[in-house]
């Protein structure tokens, strides 16, 4: 069983259905800041995925994953998975609408959410690829925002980040911060602070996107003087942080402080319950790019078909052994 429906989920189903182990994906049903896709459904051009000369948009590319894993015999319900019982052989998850399933495995892969501004304007834009981006390493160097004036709203690593990116393409980076401080390491202060390209404002937040098919401003409130003003932009990029889509596991998996899944052992994909792997952003706190968490399904559908071959059965043989007595 595989719950998700990025990268990561998509090609643990391709590499499970070619090892004939009949992956059950569980897709999502979709809600307002996450559909069937994950985040790549909000990318309107992806050009930094290995095997495509020209852009291809997110939610083409994601279609794309779908099928193939279809091609091989993926089964695919479209339902969210709201809690699980991993207490017990086999593993049991519980859907949205009151049923349940088993399975001897399990590979989580359901990503993570960004965290929006949620204000007029952003979530149209976003949708819409039309300048509005929680990715500024996915987007940043596509035509539509070179030479712009492009903000990044944070005052986090991430948002240093983001802004120094965004350098290389941006005719001016404005980052806008709703303290007077930033929240980032001293070291990528310096950076920022540094950099010519970058400016900076302070005791700010965004009430408003602007702008109909596409951005063209914002519209800016100052928390200390409580002025109004708007600032003309080409790009927002919102780096605030996100949020692992971990909720439903209820404890039933080791987390880590950051509330991100954590794996036994580095680089693979194995959590704290046996049978039962992670793989893509929701394990990803620190790349969360659509090729590594391919990689990471790759890995934990490799992991999967190794353990039902050599200790998984042994659990099969207790359950079942179980049940008689």
């Not at 359901?110 to 509005?132: F, I």
């Not at 109004?228 to 909720?247: C, K, M, S, W, Y």
């Amino acid at each position: 069983m595989i719950i998700g429906s990025g990268p990561a989920a998509w090609t643990a189903a391709i590499y499970a259905a070619r090892a004939k182990l009949t992956p059950l994906v569980f897709e999502g049903a979709g809600s307002r800041t996450m559909i069937p896709g994950g985040q790549l459904m909000f990318t309107s051009d992806v050009e930094n995925y290995p095997g495509f000369a020209e852009a291809i948009s997110g939610q083409e590319m994601m279609m794309e994953f779908r099928k193939q894993a279809e091609r091989f015999g993926t089964r695919i319900i479209t339902d969210d998975i709201v809690k699980v019982d991993f207490r017990a052989y086999p593993r049991r998850v519980f859907r949205r609408d009151g049923g349940d399933t088993e399975a001897d495995t399990v590979i989580i892969a359901t990503g993570a959410n960004a965290r929006w501004l949620n204000v007029s304007g952003e979530e149209r834009l976003a949708r819409s690829g039309g300048g509005v981006s929680a990715c500024a390493v996915c987007d940043g160097a596509l035509p539509f925002y070179r030479d712009r004036v492009l903000a990044v709203v944070g005052g986090g690593d991430t948002a240093m980040e983001e802004a120094l990116y965004l350098t290389s393409f941006a005719s001016e980076v404005v980052i806008i911060h709703r303290r007077d401080e930033l929240r980032a390491s001293h070291i990528m202060q310096d950076r920022a602070r540094a950099n010519p390209k970058i400016r900076f404002l302070w005791n700010t937040v965004i009430e408003e996107v602007l702008g109909d098919e596409e951005i063209t401003g914002l519209r800016l409130r100052d928390r200390v003087t409580g002025d109004d003003r708007e600032l003309e932009v080409g790009g927002l990029f919102v780096a605030i942080g996100h949020d692992p889509n971990t909720q439903f596991l209820g404890g039933e998996v080791e987390l880590g402080t950051d509330g991100y899944v954590k794996t036994a052992v580095p680089w693979r994909t194995q959590t704290s319950v046996e049978g039962v792997y992670a793989a893509g952003d929701v394990m990803d706190s620190f790349y969360r790019q659509a090729v590594t968490a391919a990689g990471t399904g790759c890995m934990a559908a490799l992991e999967a078909e190794r353990w039902l071959a050599h200790g998984g059965m042994d659990l099969q043989v207790a359950a079942k052994q179980q049940e008689v007595v």
